[in-house]
T-cell receptor, first 113, second 108 residues
């Protein structure tokens, strides 16, 4: 099993550009999450999904969009990138129910210049 | 909403025991988790407490008191490789909200 796979690992965007961060998991997990982590800070929840077709906002959803058309994939879309979106982005998944263990991808380092 | 508080930094020596505290406020509560993150890496799961009491996993233990909205992570027989950031996290329905993290520095 590959676990949680994120692409790309690094990306530089110009202000106003758009991009999609890809996340896929092969563990048949119901729950998937997107977090951002600024230097020296904790993880802030952007969006999450409890199953295919179901998404909901987290703590910092503005400037982002998600979709969950399949159990495996949970892409994060940045529209009109801004310097404030420079961060490390982590995707994570969990089986859900009473199983609390989150598995994280290796992260995407995004710079908006 | 949800909020979690944990100390920003803790320093200890190799072989010692250290406790990292976490207090939380949340409208709904399902459990308290702990994660470890080394510099430049992804967070990894350490433990989860849904009920009051102590959970032990090797050198690491985690405690929860729901009535006090408080938990802690206890690391025993500290090793240099334990130098990392430690995050508590609370589940509120589908959301998992993380604290700001505690940086643990282990000195020889």
């Amino acid at each position: 099993n590959a676990g949680v796979t994120q692409t790309p690992k690094f990306r530089i965007l110009k202000i106003g550009q758009s991009m999609t961060l890809q996340c896929t998991q092969d563990m048949n997990h119901n729950y998937m999450y997107w977090y951002r982590q600024d230097p020296g800070m904790g993880l802030k929840l952007i969006y999450y999904s409890v199953g295919a077709g179901i998404t909901d906002k987290g703590e910092v959803p503005n400037g982002y969009n998600v979709s969950r058309s399949t159990t495996e994939d949970f892409p994060l879309r940045l529209e009109l990138a801004a310097p404030s979106q420079t961060s490390v982005y982590f995707c994570a998944s969990a089986l859900g129910g009473t199983n609390e263990k989150l598995f994280f991808g290796s992260g995407t380092q995004l710079s908006v210049l | 909403g949800q909020s979690l508080e944990q100390p920003s930094e803790v320093t200890a020596v190799e072989g010692a025991i250290v406790q990292i505290n976490c207090t939380y406020q949340t409208s709904g509560f399902y459990g308290l988790s702990w994660y470890q993150q080394h510099d430049g890496g992804a967070p990894t799961f350490l433990s989860y407490n849904a009920l009051d009491g102590l959970e032990e996993t090797g050198r690491f233990s985690s405690f929860l008191s729901r009535s006090d909205s408080y938990g802690y992570l206890l690391l025993q027989e500290l090793q240099m490789k334990d130098s990392a950031s430690y995050f508590c996290a609370v589940r509120d329905r589908g959301k998992l909200i993380f604290g700001q993290g505690t940086t643990l520095q282990v000195k020889p």
